[in-house]
């Protein structure tokens, strides 16, 4: 409940900066502040009633229109910081110029933010784009082809048909393996029933690996295991599985947020990594499932040769990009963080919260993992 009130202040003092900040120095004649007044009010109450009433059951659109608000929020945030920042340094300068020109400034920057909104939604809604990326491994028998869906949070406003052409594009491109990197089901598992069903059609003859991120952590996290482990996947909870045939060690880890929800140590809910790899064949190249890239904070000197993470979604709505560092050390693709260790950070396949994005298209990664001689 605390937090919900903290959540909610948060929100309505955000609004009332996008206002002052922004839409009053536009709103220069009287019935258009008013109309800006009604159009902020309404889209922080879309916002928390979208977080208090998260497994209230409404109509699709109704669901887009709350989900959307908080990506809405964003765009006019920047935008207001922007046009905030701006009339000052004019004001600096010259009190004329800072009342004639603040008009205009505060016009045109509404327009760029509608611009990117509907641009937003026009990427958040096409198909993801297909990544390709090479990667040689030491020790590998043979080429391998790997498609990896991240962050795809299926909730309710993600349909069964949605699920279903994802698993098309992937089966399309004929992998050997697939990895499932965390943050799949963003909900009650009853919940995302029908559409997380849809994963049983993926097709790798070396098998489907799945592990956790911290959004599976929030609702019936058993439930979720179960389904998976019905659906014939493999779940890594800090375990790994060797592939003889192609000389392949896949280890997953459990995922690092695990402690935010007071699960206890030695359960394999809770990241173990020296248990993740400790039947490893040492002479296999290994490759890490972890859903957040600061897993590599863990490895150490233990021999992981690849990290395949998502859970940034590469800022997902621009510039939100350039706060992901705060978090973790790689926003997007492939890293060598020390010598010989490669890390590749998934955009994601799905969104949270609003179906936006903004120079950060979805993607399914396909990785060609090359035998290095």
């Not at 910081?81 to 800072?98: M, P, Q």
């Amino acid at each position: 409940m605390f937090f919900k009130i903290i959540f909610v202040c948060v929100a309505v003092v955000l609004h009332i900066f996008i206002y002052y900040a922004l839409f009053r120095y536009a709103g220069v004649y009287s019935p258009l502040r008013h109309i800006f007044k009604i159009l902020v009010t309404l889209n922080a109450i879309f916002l928390i009633a979208n977080f208090v009433g998260s497994n209230v059951k409404l109509s699709s659109w109704l669901n887009t229109v709350f989900a959307s608000s908080i990506g809405i929020m964003w765009i006019f945030l920047v935008a207001s910081i922007v046009c905030l920042i701006v009339v000052l340094i004019i004001r600096a300068f010259s009190y004329y110029y800072y009342h004639s020109l603040s008009p205009y400034i505060a016009a045109v920057l509404i327009i760029i933010a509608i611009i990117a909104i509907i641009a937003s939604f026009y990427e958040g809604y096409r198909l993801p784009a297909i990544r390709t990326q090479t990667i040689e491994l030491s020790g590998l028998k043979q080429n391998l082809k790997v498609a990896v869906i991240a962050d795809l949070h299926i909730t309710k406003l993600v349909k069964p048909k949605e699920v279903k052409n994802i698993v098309a594009e992937v089966n399309s491109l004929k992998p050997d393996l697939v990895f499932l990197v965390g943050d799949i089901i963003d909900t009650y598992y009853v919940s995302a029933r029908n559409s997380a069903s849809e994963l049983k059609a993926l097709n790798a003859p070396l098998g489907i690996y799945y592990v956790l991120g911290n959004h599976e952590y929030h609702y019936d996290i058993d439930n979720i295991i179960k389904a998976f482990q019905t659906m014939n996947f493999k779940v890594l909870m800090n375990s790994e599985v060797s592939l003889d045939e192609v000389g392949l060690n896949i280890a997953g880890i459990s995922d690092m947020s695990s402690a935010r929800y007071k699960i206890e140590p030695s359960s394999n809910l809770a990241p173990n990594l020296t248990k993740a790899l400790e039947f490893a064949n040492p002479s296999y190249p290994t490759v890490l499932l972890a859903h957040q890239p600061k897993v590599i904070q863990l490895v150490g000197d233990k021999k992981v040769d690849l990290v395949v993470s998502g859970h940034t979604h590469g800022g997902q709505i621009f510039p939100f990009n350039f706060l992901v560092p705060l978090q973790q050390p790689y926003v997007r693709g492939l890293h060598e963080y020390e010598k010989g260790k490669f890390i590749y950070v998934s955009v994601g396949t799905g969104q949270w919260g609003a179906p936006m994005r903004l120079f950060a298209r979805r993607e399914i990664t396909l990785l060609n993992l090359k035998a290095s001689r």
